[in-house]
Structures are given as structure tokens and as C-alpha cells.
């Protein structure tokens, strides 16, 4: 048995068996590169799904963590807390947002955005008006809430009943959303570019005539940044690029720099109607967590951070529409920045497993859709690495009678 099937064995008996695993157990990362426990390299385009945008381990996170740990870890949200309120300072002068809700986990956010909007309905004196939009193929978390907003059926199979208040349209289409908006409708929800759902990049009037259409119904349009927030397409928020701002966005992911904290952003107008003892999160805006991000955000909107990282994602970009010239099996290639996919003919599993076999580590989503999520300074040498690895697996996918 080797170092990492013990690991595996470990989890198998042990840990709850969501998660359809890899045979490695990742042990130590330095930027772009992981390492299992056996000492296999790896060049990581997963970056922990959109969290590592900074690589691993970065010398800026890893310091402000050491010292945050050695003051304090945790106090109650009774009292005031340094990292938190500068974090909240420096969030809102990024943004559209005037105020921010602090709580651990994308699903967390979501769940504070749909409770913000209901709230905000009932105190602008419309408790009926507690229905929000979501959209085909989104993905908002797996807690009851965020679960009942994903509109995706394999979600949701086993679990039902959800939670009443949703209606579902299709992703990039005005006009049902226009068809869906009733009395009883309160916000639209949706992500700027669909993350899980298979990298779903909206026309670029979308969001203008979206906005439009909330502003006309006096309705409230939530941003789900989750996955996009911090640079991932290029832009420290993914709005900025469809020129569209929201009322309320939420944020996870990438913010923590690797530590688990999540967000909500909102405008002082929406904002108010959180007032004491309406929602709160015992972690939420913890010291670590926050001055972990304080740092994470010190370097993504550092000199010339994003552009590098917008740079690359073209040249990324072109590397894959080339591999899809040679490549019939690819179908279309997507995406924007550092979020990018290759939709393939047939399911894509094979060639993850190829590429990790080979020392790259990427990922497949909707079975047929590769997507590449590395750290936002990854080199061009390094993504020059994976396209002979990939070129070969795909070409062993084409051949393969299916
Ligand atoms: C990952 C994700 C979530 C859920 O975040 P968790 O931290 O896993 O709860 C919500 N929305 C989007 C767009 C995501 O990509």
C-alpha cells in the first residue's frame, strides 16, 4: 500500500462519503504546484475550486495568518473586531456596497441574501412580495435555502421539500425573466457567469437590460460572486465587466486567501433592514479568517495584479482555442479571465485522470465540460506545460469507442 491509499482507506472508513475522490491526498503546496502524500508533483488548475487565487500558501496570507494567530482567533460578534471592521472598510471602497454581512461559506452568504431580500420586501410593507428568479444551471450552495435557489435538478433529487419562493428561467434570456415576474416576485438572483453549471458566459447586454427590468419592477438583483469574485475573470468582480452594478452580491471562495469566510455585500438602503437580532454567524468575521483576507485582497488589487492576471487568461484562452482547431471533439471553448472551459462530445472523467497521471490536476464539471481554474499568477510557461498533456488525452478520448 502506498503513502496515499493509506490516507484513502483512512477517509473511505471514516469520512462521509460525498465526494467521488481522486486516489491522492494532497499534503503541501507552494503556488502553483501541490504535492501528494507519496511526494508527486502537481501543477494545480483546480486552485481548491476558485479559493486559491492566489496559489497556495502565499508568504503574504501565510504571515498575516502567523500574527493574527498569536493575538487572537475568536471573540463573539457581541464586541468589535479590528480585522473585521477594516476588512469591511476596505470591501465596501471595492464596491457598489456600502455595508457587508460576515458568515463562513458561499451557501451561508446566499442564505443571508435571500433572507436580506425577503426582509427588505416585508419592511417596504410587501410581506407577500417574497419570491425570487434564479436561473437554469445555476449553482448557489447545498444548505435547504441556497439548494432551493440552485436550479438544477440532480441537487436536488432526495431532498425535496425545498424551500417555497423560487421560480426558475433560462439563464441568458430577458424575456423569461419578464414572463416569470409576478406580485409575489422580490429579487433576481443570479450568478455573472455561471460557475458549476458549465462556465455560461451571458451576452453582453444581459445584465443592462436585467437591470433595467428589476429597476422598472422595484425589484432587488443579487449577484452571486461566489465562484467569479477576486479576479478569477479578470476583474476583481465580475459585474464590473457587464458595467452592471447589484443591490446585494455575496462572496466566499477566494476571499480568505485558503480560510473559510464568506460575505454579503449590500447597499446602505437594503442593508438596514439587517438590524439586531435578525441574522447572525457565531464564526462569522472572525479575527483569523478576516485577516486572512485583509491580506489576500492586499494582493489581488496590488500594482498591476489583475492586468497580469487578465493578460494571462487571453493568452490561456488562446491556447485552448488552438488545441480546439486541432481537436474535433471539442465542441466550444468558454469563459472569461481565469475561469475557462473546454466543452467536449463525450464525458471528460478519462482526461482528468490522464492529466493527473501526467502531474496536472483540472477538473470536470456536467461531465463533458473540462474547467480550469489556476491561481491567477500562474505563469504562461506553466500553462504552455498542459497542453501537450492535454492534446494527448484528448486525442486518446477521440479514439476511444464510447
Ligand atoms: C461554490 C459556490 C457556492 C457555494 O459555496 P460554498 O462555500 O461551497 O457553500 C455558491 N455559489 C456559487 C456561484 C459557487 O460557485
Known amino acids: 500500500m502506498n503513502k496515499n491509499e493509506k490516507i484513502a482507506l483512512l477517509t473511505k472508513k471514516h469520512v462521509a462519503q460525498t465526494y467521488g475522490r481522486y486516489p491522492i ?120 435555502g441556497a439548494l432551493s435557489a440552485t436550479a438544477q435538478k440532480k441537487f436536488h ?27 409575489k416576485t422580490c429579487a433576481v438572483l443570479v450568478e455573472p457567469i455561471q460557475g458549476e453549471g458549465g462556465v455560461n458566459v451571458p451576452d453582453p447586454s444581459y445584465f443592462k437590460n436585467l437591470k433595467s427590468l428589476c429597476k422598472k419592477n422595484d425589484l432587488l438583483l443579487i449577484f452571486d460572486e461566489v465562484q467569479t469574485g477576486f479576479g478569477r475573470t479578470g476583474k476583481l468582480f465580475a459585474h464590473e465587466i457587464f458595467k452592471t452594478k447589484p443591490d446585494i452580491m455575496t462572496l466566499a471562495k477566494a476571499l480568505g486567501g485558503g480560510v473559510a469566510i464568506g460575505a454579503l455585500a449590500a447597499t446602505n438602503r437594503v442593508m438596514k433592514s439587517f438590524v439586531p437580532g435578525t441574522h447572525a454567524a457565531t464564526f462569522g468575521g472572525n479575527p483569523l479568517a478576516c485577516a486572512a483576507a485583509l491580506a489576500t485582497l492586499k494582493v489581488i488589487t496590488g500594482k498591476d495584479f489583475l492586468k497580469k492576471a487578465s493578460e494571462t487568461g487571453v493568452f490561456f484562452q488562446k491556447c485552448l482555442q488552438k488545441l480546439a482547431k486541432q481537436h474535433p471533439i471539442i465542441k466550444e471553448v468558454r469563459g472569461k479571465g481565469m475561469i475557462l472551459a473546454l466543452e467536449l462530445k463525450k464525458p471528460g472523467g478519462d482526461v482528468v485522470l490522464d492529466c493527473m497521471e501526467n502531474g496536472f490536476l483540472i477538473n470536470c464539471i456536467q461531465q463533458n465540460i473540462l474547467r480550469f481554474l489556476p491561481p491567477l499568477n500562474i505563469s504562461k510557461k506553466d500553462i504552455n506545460s498542459l497542453m501537450p498533456v492535454l492534446s494527448n488525452s484528448l486525442l486518446q478520448l477521440s479514439k476511444k469507442k464510447s
Not at 433529487?157 to 415576474?181: D, E, R, S
Open 25 to 144: 491526498a494532497l499534503v503541501r503546496g507552494k503556488g502553483t504546484k501541490v504535492w501528494d502524500k507519496a511526494g508527486k508533483q502537481y501543477l494545480d488548475f483546480v486552485s481548491g475550486l476558485a479559493v486559491d487565487n492566489l496559489g497556495h500558501c502565499h508568504p503574504a496570507v501565510v504571515s498575516a495568518i502567523q500574527n493574527q494567530a498569536e493575538n487572537l482567533l475568536h471573540v463573539s460578534n457581541l464586541y468589535h473586531i479590528e480585522p473585521q471592521s477594516q476588512l469591511a472598510e476596505r470591501l465596501t471602497s471595492l464596491c457598489f456596497a456600502d455595508k457587508i454581512f460576515f458568515c463562513n461559506s458561499g451557501t451561508e452568504a446566499i442564505e443571508s441574501a435571500i433572507k436580506l431580500a425577503r426582509k427588505f420586501s416585508f419592511d417596504q410593507g410587501h410581506p407577500e412580495r417574497n419570491e425570487i428568479i434564479t436561473m437554469h444551471n445555476s449553482f448557489h450552495g447545498r444548505t435547504l
Open 157 to 183: 433529487h432526495g431532498f425535496q421539500p425545498l424551500l417555497p419562493g423560487f421560480k426558475y428561467v433560462p439563464f441568458n434570456n430577458i424575456q423569461a425573466v419578464k414572463k416569470a415576474i409576478n406580485k
